[in-house]
């Protein structure tokens, strides 16, 4: 047998390779896809849509629990991660102010903002009369925080009842030379020599007219000018500063620095000037007398200047063109606290018809270190000897004793003070008239009187009218404007009318920019459906009246409140208000949160030992 030879013996053993091995492609690339006629021949299909949509359900439910624990005021990270985080990021405490001042007004505009889920004031348990308003709590932000009104609305969604914005003075002006802020946080405390920087009355009221404007254009009424009267005038029932039931915007004012202080008719301009401008979008004016940083201002706190001053600007706020005037404050320092110069300031407040003090600011003094908190620092103890006002806890013992001085003295009008008395003006008098034919009209045996239609203050129920339903043909205007004006071309001096007498059906309309106001109203109400429009002037029939100048004075207290036992405790010593400034820098947008749940179970700890205590 003939032999093979072994060179082709290993050829034949030799498997032949396709050419996709060849060139490393796996053997299952080339094997062609089966079409199925149906879906339901692919057992594996529903299957992976059952884990998709188990995958995509479980990222909604997380981003979801982020979103609300995030937005929500009462998350620790707000004051254990935000806070630390803003200051190792800005060294410089203005920037990280203005950081967080803009991350707000942003997540506010994307709807992402901090606020109360827990709405815990609707139980009314911390419900107190302020101006002969309910407010749903006692607590207050202080000026600083918001100088320009960028971010009104987002701190009213984090639980106070008043925020203060500013300080605004009539021109803009920057203020003093940086670094002007300086972190004590050791003691949680702080230095600020702002020295009262601001964009001008002009640029604020610009700002507050566009916010008016939105909430007016929500509610249908429109975003033009007589839209934004109507809500100012308080056809949409509520407050036309805050715009929220139960609060109230407050804004602080001052003067330029560089109008000199002994020019009292100067500055008395100036304050008017930013009350002409602020005036219809403020609940409150606040006269800031008292900040340490702008030269010669405290030097106003002295009775004869602040008199007149404060006269000047309680004149221009009842000159507001508005159904209802701002409330006027005072803001004085803790510094003058002899018993001599608060007896002349509030001499001056009783004078001048003022509606309030707020009691405190920062101090020029440098207060020992508290002895619960870690010594002062090094690089603290050299900031103590920076120029500019102190605040934090530890002005909390000298505001609560300033409080009850104060109380004292504007608790009864002085005897040689005469009260200034408030008429009705003749946008309310209509009201009331067209409320109590509504009321005649009705056909109900439960219509209340018109008296009733008058908010109840003890109980800050608003009594609703009963209004028979009225055909589109048979509907009638729902305020008439008046068409003769005895005055418009008197025959004689007896056709003049006098302030001093007035008709039994109210008082007679005086002047031509009533009768505007008037016009306004009915043709904001024109723009609504009937039922609006007898919703709209339910509002206008409930308005809440400042209290006689004779009455006791408010009184806000800021500096040093931390928590909500000291909240409590100033509150029982004669404010009205509790105010915060310092410990929402250092706390976070949960602050006010935690304050109110800390005043809650202080007074019911209160509660519990009283009743104890009557048990024995």
Request: a negative charge.
């Amino acid at each position: 047998m003939k032999q093979i030879p072994s060179r082709l013996l290993w050829r034949a053993a030799r498997p032949r390779l396709q050419p996709s091995l060849l060139l490393g492609r796996p053997p299952f690339a080339s094997i062609t896809a089966r079409r199925y006629a149906s879906t339901t021949d692919r057992p594996s299909t529903w299957g992976s849509r059952i884990i998709n949509v188990c995958y995509g359900a479980t990222l909604a439910l997380g981003l979801g629990i982020v979103y609300l624990y995030v937005t929500d005021t009462r998350a620790s990270a707000h004051r254990y991660i935000v806070i630390p985080a803003l200051r190792f990021i800005y060294k410089d405490p203005e920037e990280a102010h203005h950081a967080g001042n803009q991350a707000l007004e942003t997540l506010w505009d994307l709807g992402l903002y901090p606020r109360e889920r827990a709405d815990l004031d609707q139980k009314g348990d911390l419900e107190v009369e302020v101006f002969g308003r309910i407010l749903k709590n006692p607590v207050a932000t202080s000026a600083g925080i918001d100088k320009h009104a960028d971010i009104p609305d987002a701190l009213f969604a984090i639980g106070p009842a008043i925020v203060e914005i500013g300080g605004t003075t009539p021109l803009p002006q920057a203020g003093n030379p940086k670094p002007r802020v300086f972190r004590l946080p050791s003691q949680e405390a702080m230095i600020n020599r702002y020295g009262l920087n601001s964009e001008g009355a002009d640029h604020v009221a610009s700002r507050l007219r566009t916010r008016v404007r939105k909430f007016a254009y929500s509610l249908g009424l429109g975003s033009d000018e007589v839209a934004e009267k109507a809500v100012l005038d308080g056809i949409a029932g509520v407050p036309p500063g805050s715009l929220v039931p139960g609060k109230m915007l407050a804004i602080n004012i001052a003067k330029n620095k560089v109008t000199p202080e002994d020019d009292v008719e100067a500055v008395t301009k100036d304050y008017v000037y930013c009350v002409e401008k602020l005036g219809p979008y403020a609940d409150i004016l606040v006269v800031n007398v008292s900040s340490p940083n702008t030269p010669g201002l405290r030097s106003l706190q002295q009775a004869d200047k602040l008199q007149t001053i404060l006269s000047g600007v309680v004149k221009a706020a009842h000159a507001v063109d508005r159904r209802t005037r701002p409330a006027v404050m005072v803001k004085v320092s803790p510094d003058e606290d002899s018993e001599a110069q608060i007896a002349g300031i509030c001499d001056a407040v009783w004078a001048a018809g003022v509606d309030g003090v707020i009691v405190g600011n920062t101090t020029n003094r440098r207060p020992q270190a508290l002895p619960h908190l870690p010594e002062w620092s090094p690089l603290e103890k050299q900031h103590l000897l920076e120029t500019g006002g102190f605040s934090g806890p530890h002005l909390f013992d000298r505001t609560v004793a300033l409080v009850k001085k104060y109380k004292k003295l504007l608790a009864e009008q002085p005897a040689q003070v005469t009260p200034v008395e408030r008429q009705k003006g003749a946008v309310e008098a209509e009201t009331e008239k067209i409320k109590a034919e509504l009321a005649a009209s009705s056909e109900s045996p439960s219509t209340p009187e018109p008296d009733a239609v008058t908010t109840s203050i003890d109980t800050g129920v608003i009594p609703v009218v009963p209004v028979p339903e009225i055909s589109s043909s048979e509907q009638q205007p729902l305020i008439e404007l008046p068409q003769e004006r005895l005055y418009d071309n008197p025959q004689s001096e007896e056709d003049t009318p006098d302030s001093s007498s007035q008709s039994d059906e109210g008082p007679a309309i005086e002047s031509p920019e009533e009768t505007a106001q008037l016009e306004g109203i009915k043709e904001a109400l024109d723009r609504l459906p009937p039922k609006a429009q007898r919703d709209a002037m339910d509002q206008l029939g409930t308005e809440i009246h400042l209290p006689p100048s004779d009455s006791p004075k408010v009184i806000f207290a800021t500096g040093g409140i931390t928590n909500g036992k000291q909240a409590l405790e100033v509150l029982n010593a004669g404010a009205n208000v509790a105010m915060v400034y310092t410990a929402l820098v250092y706390g976070g947008v949960g602050t006010i949160t935690r304050m109110k749940d800390e005043m809650r179970a202080e007074m019911t700890r209160q509660a519990e030992e009283r009743r104890s205590e009557v048990q024995k």
